[in-house]
């Protein structure tokens, strides 16, 4: 217990001074995030015993990398002619599916026994991990300006989801949830999170101006419900391959996709309800 929450204190630093430390800081944070998930889940994708293993590992992780990299250099940089606005759609659909058509070329050269099975993991990497994180990126740039509080608001209500759940479900909870997956989840505890996500969003909004109060009460509602499938997708896949955790980044805590596996799930739909709203 002592060392989880010594963990979970410096994991906590680490993150907001990311997060509040400038853009730089915040995409060398979630670069090592993106990096760091999408390595994991290459470890967990590929059977140890494939050869050429680790060429796939990395190829995999280099592309899952590459829509947030692109993305974000995008915005560093965006006087820059090839990276303007016009461009950006075009130079991020050509840099990413160039390497991943190399990979199929390279799976055909290798007489892999498996290769659609090893394409489907480079781009399950890419979708999973890859493209969120690089919506995140546009997320905090409204009108091209580094808005950190967007960021770091929606990680809040994503920890404070993950929290009442807990609180909830150890006071309360009795029902099941989804005990195939997740034995300790409970019925009571999801929505005791959905309900406390909801509440401290609407309270939030009345201070904080970075979202409309509707959108922030959109957000709650899209981190409390796909934050929490996103959690027992990862569980999903860890039980499919027979892991407790998917890495050891964090003593007591496991690894990247442990600590950011609701987070990355509910950020296509953050960004389309921001789109849409």
């Not at 050429?52 to 190829?59: E, G, I």
């Not at 967007?150 to 309360?172: C, E, H, K, P, Q």
């Not at 409390?224 to 999903?236: C, K, P, Q, R, W």
Request: a neutral charge.
């Amino acid at each position: 217990m002592k060392q989880r929450a010594i963990s979970a204190f410096f994991f906590v630093i680490i993150v907001v001074g990311g997060i509040f430390g400038g853009y730089l800081s915040f995409l060398a944070l979630f670069g090592v995030v993106t990096a760091g998930s999408a390595w994991e889940l290459m470890k967990l994708s590929f059977d140890p015993q494939t050869d050429h293993l680790a060429f796939r590992k990395y190829a995999g992780t280099v592309l899952a990398t590459l829509p947030f990299l692109i993305t974000g250099v995008h915005f560093l940089y965006p006087g820059l002619g090839i990276l303007s606005t016009q461009h950006h759609p075009w130079l991020l659909t050509v840099l990413v599916l160039l390497p991943f058509y190399a990979l199929w070329m390279v799976e055909l050269l290798l007489a892999s026994e498996r290769p659609f099975t090893n394409i489907g993991h480079f781009l399950l990497g890419l979708v999973y991990v890859g493209i969120p994180l690089a919506l995140l990126v546009d997320i905090a740039m409204p009108n091209d300006q580094y808005a950190p509080l967007r960021v770091f608001g929606i990680l809040v209500l994503n920890w404070m989801n993950d929290t009442f759940a807990y609180l909830t479900g150890s006071m309360v909870g009795k029902t099941p949830f989804f005990p195939r997956i997740s034995p300790k989840k409970t019925w009571e505890g999801t929505l005791g999170g959905i309900v406390c996500t909801v509440l401290i969003a609407w309270g939030v909004s009345h201070y904080l101006t970075v979202y409309s109060p509707a959108q922030w009460v959109a957000i709650a509602a899209c981190v409390a419900v796909f934050g929490t499938i996103g959690d027992l997708i990862e569980s999903m896949l860890k039980r499919s391959v027979g892991v407790k955790d998917s890495g050891n980044i964090m003593p007591g805590h496991g690894g990247f996709l442990d600590r950011f596996d609701s987070f990355v799930f509910l950020l296509p739909f953050v960004w389309l309800v921001l789109r849409i709203w």
